[in-house]
């Protein structure tokens, strides 16, 4: 490719019940900062109070975007609480999705983007309408469990991480700097 152009974008999906997802999907964000590319990071039904995403301010080339309302669980959610999500986790992935085009970024991760689906706090349809828009040079990662079919059709890598032991089992409670 010429110098200065932009190479092929392709989708990526990490799904599955294993640990692990979103450690992938900032491991490739680190990895593609340290080639000079431009990241950036939207967080879906978590809060702000992760490892990474201090650690990911002191890089440069990566942008998180903040996800600055946390609604709780999804199944502890009022349907009032729910609606309230839907508008504020659509307008997220909107604004994710123009700044990446408009900016030009090179790679875009949707964390949780399956499970913000999956709930009904973000359209399936607006996701995929999306993915067939995207610029041919960004690439984009959308992580959680349960893909659906189309997504996975329109995906060029599928990643499963499979939990075979986890110690959440057997009662212990997400560890600071290790799960979050």
Known sequence: ????????????????DGKGKTTASMGLALRAAGREKKVIIARFLKSQDSGEVKALSYVPNITVLPCEKFFGFTFSMSEETKKEAQVYY????????KKAKKEKYDLLILDEMMAACTSGLVSRDKVEELIKQKPEYLEVVLTGRDPW?????????????QMVKHPFTRGVKARNGIEY
């Open 90 to 97: 659509t307008a997220l992935l909107e604004n994710a999705w």
């Open 149 to 161: 079919p189309e997504i996975l059709r329109l995906a060029d890598y599928v990643s499963e991480i």
């Open 1 to 16: 490719m010429a110098e200065g152009s932009k190479e092929l974008g392709l989708i990526h999906i990490y799904c599955g």
